[in-house]
Antibody
Framework: QVQLVQSGAEVKKPGASVKVSCKAS????????ISWVRQAPGQGLEWMGW????????NYAQKLQGRVTMTTDTSTSTAYMELRSLRSDDTAVYYC?????????WGQGTLVTVSS | EIVLTQSPATLSLSPGERATLSCRAS??????LAWYQQKPGQAPRLLIY???NRATGIPARFSGSGSGTDFTLTISSLEPEDFAVYYC??????????FGGGTKVEIK
C-alpha cells in the first residue's frame, strides 16, 4: 500500500533552517511528483511547491521563492523540503503528498514551530 | 494566481441531510478541480478529482460537478463521519496550484 512517512516535529529559532523528509513506499517513486503543502495553526491549506521525482524539476510558490528547496533521493525514495530564514509565521504543519495535480496520498504531517 | 472562493464558510446540518458546497474560481480552470476532506489532527484526504471523478475508496454519497469557474461538492446524505472541513484545489495553472479557504460542515 502507498505510504508517505515524514520526519518528526521540529522546533527552530527565527533565522534558522529546517529540512523535512518524506519517505515513500508502495509505488514506483519516480513515476509521481511530490508536492508540499503547509497549514498554519487554525488556518487553511497553502501549496508550497512540487518536485518531479523523475527528473528533479521543481516549481515553487512565488512567496517562498529563494527560501525553499525541494529535492529527492531516488535511491531511498525520499523527498526533502528545506525552508531557510525561518520566521514565526512559518510555524505550521508541513505535509508531503503524492502527485502534482490531484494529491492522492498524504504524509502524516510534520509540525515545525519557529520560536525564540 | 487563480483564486478559489468557497462558500459558505460554515454549513450547519444534521445527519441524513444533503450538503451542497460551492467553489468558485477567479478564472476558468476547465475541469481541473479537486476536493479534499480534512478532519481535526489528520492529513487531508482526496475525495474528487477533475471535478467529478471519485477517488479510490470514496463512497458514492460524495459527488462533484461543474466546469469552468463554478463547482459543487454534494454529499447526498450526511453520515456522522462526514462532519469535517472541505477544501477545493485547482491544477489548471500547474505552476501555481491553489486551494480554496475551506468550508466547515458542522453538526446542527
Amino acid at each position: 500500500q502507498v505510504q508517505l512517512v515524514q520526519s518528526g516535529a521540529e522546533v527552530k529559532k527565527p533565522g534558522a533552517s529546517v529540512k523535512v523528509s518524506c519517505k515513500a513506499s508502495g509505488y514506483t517513486f519516480t513515476s509521481y511528483g511530490i508536492s508540499w503543502v503547509r497549514q498554519a495553526p487554525g488556518q487553511g491549506l497553502e501549496w508550497m511547491g512540487w518536485i518531479s521525482a523523475y527528473n528533479g524539476n521543481t516549481n515553487y510558490a512565488q512567496k517562498l521563492q529563494g527560501r525553499v528547496t525541494m529535492t529527492t533521493d531516488t535511491s531511498t525514495s525520499t523527498a526533502y523540503m528545506e525552508l531557510r530564514s525561518l520566521r514565526s509565521d512559518d510555524t505550521a504543519v508541513y505535509y508531503c503528498a503524492r502527485g502534482i495535480g490531484p494529491l492522492d496520498y498524504w504524509g502524516q504531517g510534520t509540525l515545525v514551530t519557529v520560536s525564540s | 494566481e487563480i483564486v478559489l472562493t468557497q462558500s459558505p464558510a460554515t454549513l450547519s446540518l444534521s445527519p441524513g441531510e444533503r450538503a451542497t458546497l460551492s467553489c468558485r474560481a477567479s478564472q476558468s480552470v476547465s475541469s481541473y478541480l479537486a476536493w479534499y476532506q480534512q478532519k481535526p489532527g489528520q492529513a487531508p484526504r482526496l475525495l474528487i478529482y477533475d471535478a467529478s471523478n471519485r477517488a479510490t475508496g470514496i463512497p458514492a454519497r460524495f459527488s462533484g460537478s461543474g466546469s469552468g469557474t463554478d463547482f459543487t461538492l454534494t454529499i447526498s446524505s450526511l453520515e456522522p463521519e462526514d462532519f469535517a472541513v472541505y477544501y477545493c484545489q485547482q491544477r489548471s495553472n500547474w505552476r501555481r496550484l491553489t486551494f480554496g479557504g475551506g468550508t466547515k460542515v458542522e453538526i446542527k
